[in-house]
């Protein structure tokens, strides 16, 4: 059973949100789901696959997501790990030319006042 935030939170797509990962656990409310409410001001709603190239560049940018965390409980994310990021730093990803796949099923619909359906239809990944 997936422990919902909002239990009628949808994807891009129209559906029900789905779970994006657990092992790391992600999301703003750290429930696994990339849910967003009034405190999320990162709008931490895009599911993606992470890469090397992503990893990297997000180091770049200031956002060290491989490095754990042990005091925060955080593992460092590796190249295949799903992880809830922030629409806006999806979409700079995006303009630099390594934005990591999508899973849309897993993506809330608030990503869209980011970025369109067909740009991350574009990225998806095969799930």
């Known amino acids: 059973m997936t422990i919902r935030y909002d239990a009628d939170a949808l994807n891009v797509l129209g559906g029900e949100l789905q779970r994006c990962s657990m092992d790391p656990v ?15 001001l990162g709008l931490h709603t895009v599911c993606a696959v992470m890469t090397a190239e992503f ?3 997000s180091r770049s940018v200031g956002n060290d997501l491989s ?6 409980g955080f593992p460092g994310l590796r190249p295949g790990d ?6 806006p730093r999806w979409k700079e990803a995006l303009d630099a030319g390594c934005a990591p796949q999508v899973v849309l099923e897993a993506t809330h619909e608030e990503t869209l006042a980011i970025v369109t359906l067909g740009v991350l239809r574009d990225h998806a990944a095969t799930v």
């Open 55 to 57: 990893l990297a560049y």
């Open 67 to 72: 490095t754990p965390v042990p005091e925060s």
């Open 82 to 87: 799903r992880w809830c990021l922030c629409a």
């Open 26 to 40: 992600t999301g703003f409310f750290r429930n696994g789901c990339c849910e967003t409410g009034p405190h999320d």
